[in-house]
């Protein structure tokens, strides 16, 4: 999960990105009654492996992977990479 999740933040490349978008990318249509607070720990559990302020909230829309950041990371699957507009 927390793969999908940072393929989706980093295939935003520095745009917020939505829990509920996130949810998605985490679990599809199926995710668990608390899937927001699900998100929350996995999002501090990769801010811990990322540098310092690279993952950001923006309160009340969402999170956002710093885009340079977002450019160095290893290749993702592409399969985790839905185009935004899929994601909505």
């Known amino acids: 999960m927390k793969a999908r999740i940072l393929?989706?933040?980093a295939a935003a490349r520095g745009d917020v990105v939505p829990?509920?978008?996130l949810a998605l990318a985490a679990?599809?249509?199926r995710g668990p009654d608390d899937a927001q607070a699900v998100i929350r720990?996995?999002?501090?559990?990769?801010?811990?492996r990322l540098p310092a302020g690279s993952l950001t909230t923006v309160?009340?829309?969402?999170?956002?992977l710093d885009?340079?950041?977002a450019l160095t990371l290893p290749q993702v699957d592409s399969r985790?990479?839905?185009?935004?507009?899929?994601m909505t």
């Open 59 to 64: 309160w009340g829309r969402g999170y956002r």
């Open 80 to 86: 985790l990479l839905v185009p935004a507009e899929d």
């Open 19 to 21: 829990h509920d978008v």
């Open 27 to 29: 679990y599809g249509d």
């Open 67 to 69: 885009a340079d950041v």
């Open 7 to 9: 393929a989706r933040l």
């Open 41 to 48: 720990q996995l999002i501090c559990r990769l801010r811990k």
